[in-house]
Structure formats: C-alpha cells, structure tokens
C-alpha cells in the first residue's frame, strides 16, 4: 500500500510540472512586428547631366580681355559628388595705345580639355560647389608692337598641361561660377620673335574664367536612391 501512495504522489507531481508546458504550447506563437518602414532618400540630381554656357576671358596680369564658351558632361556619382569632362575655349585681345610712344596689340585663342571632378554641398535647391580640372590646353598668340625705338613681332603656339580650380553656385538648371586655368608645363611649344629695336606684347598663359551655364541635357532624372524599387 505504501508503494501504490508513492507512485500516486509522484504522478501527481510529474502532472503538475508538465501542466504550464502543455498550456505554453496551446497558446499561438505571436508574429514578429513588422520593420518600419524606410522612407526613400530623393536623388534631386539627375544621372547624366551637359552643362553648357559663355564665359568672359581675363588675362591674369595684362589687359587683355575675351569671350568663350564652355561644355561640361558630368555624371552624378552621387547627388553631392561628380566626375566627368570639361571642353572649354575662348579668344582674347589686349594692346595699349599711347599718342606718343610704343603702342602694342595682341590677340590669342585657347581651348581646354580637362578631366574633372566636382562636389556640391548643402542639399538645398541653391547648391554652391567646388571643382577641379586637370588637362591639356593649346594656346595659341600673336603680338605686335611699334614705336619710336622700332618695331616688333611675336608669335606662339603650343600645348600645355594645365589645372583649373573652380568655384561657383548652382541654381539647379543654372550655373555661376569662376575658373582659374593655370598652366603648369609644356608638352609642345613653337615662338617665334622678330624685333628690331622692340619687343612685342605676349599675352599670359594663365586666365580666368567667369562662367554662365545652363543644365542643356540631362539623363535619368532624379530617382530614389534607398527604399526605392
């Protein structure tokens, strides 16, 4: 009898210890919540992107003054960063005139092609930003002078590797900005200078640029870059 009351306790306790089990695995499992969602991140520049436009010409250092014109394919790397080419060209002219000793005149052209990057900053609708290109020019000059002590001629054409700093603001579909060329070496260089008694005017190499672009193409306007489909 003492054996049949402890094998009743025992299953008793072996019952009361499996019961909170059992009522655990009847209740459902609950479904994880769901992740919030993530609002997507607005791209406000397009993919592809051609600025174009005119730029007023300074020669650094001398009175000669010009017009050009400048295109910029970039691609958006990101909607901060940019990376693309710049093609850029203009004619200058620079003399001075005095009644009563030497008068010189000179006049020039040059033409850029730049490798560039790009980065705008802030994420307004008015964006300043920064560049700097790094490339090739060809320059090409003529000068004349003439005075009491004589006359002279000076003529020049070469290429050379050169950097353009820039800064500017961009508008969204315009673009102000300032390019300083600076030119560092010299891959190819032919002068040719006739004087007698007279030096003629050389124009400088390095200029500035004062630019007015406008967005003339663009590729893949403005998608989403996270949350998107």
Do not use: C
Not at 119 to 139: D, E, H, I, K
Request: no cysteine; glycine share 16%.
């Amino acid at each position: 009898m003492f054996r049949s009351s402890a094998r009743i306790a025992a299953g008793a306790v072996l019952a009361s210890a499996l019961l909170p089990l059992s009522a655990l695995a009847a209740e459902p499992l609950e479904s994880p919540a769901p992740a919030p969602d993530v609002a997507p991140l607005e791209r406000k520049q397009p993919l592809v992107v051609v600025h174009s436009g005119v730029a007023g010409l300074w020669g650094h250092g001398t009175q000669s003054f010009g017009i050009g014109a400048v295109v910029e394919p970039k691609w958006n790397i990101t909607d901060s960063i940019a990376a693309g080419l710049r093609v850029d060209g203009g004619v200058v002219f620079g003399g001075r005139i005095v009644p009563r000793g030497t008068t010189s005149v000179a006049m020039g052209a040059m033409v850029g092609t730049l490798l560039k990057g790009e980065y705008l900053l802030g994420s307004s609708g008015v964006r300043p930003f920064v560049g700097l290109g790094a490339g090739m020019y060809t320059l090409v000059s003529q000068g004349a002078a003439v005075g009491d002590e004589g006359a002279g001629v000076n003529q020049s054409v070469g290429r050379f590797y050169g950097l353009a700093p820039q800064l500017g603001v961009d508008f969204g579909g315009v673009r102000l900005g300032v390019t300083y060329n600076y030119i560092v070496g010299g891959a190819i260089l032919l002068e040719q200078d006739v004087n007698a008694g007279l030096s003629a005017q050389k124009l400088p190499r390095n200029y500035i640029q004062l630019e007015l672009s406008f967005r003339s193409i663009k590729i893949g306007g403005p998608r989403d870059l996270v949350g998107g489909p």
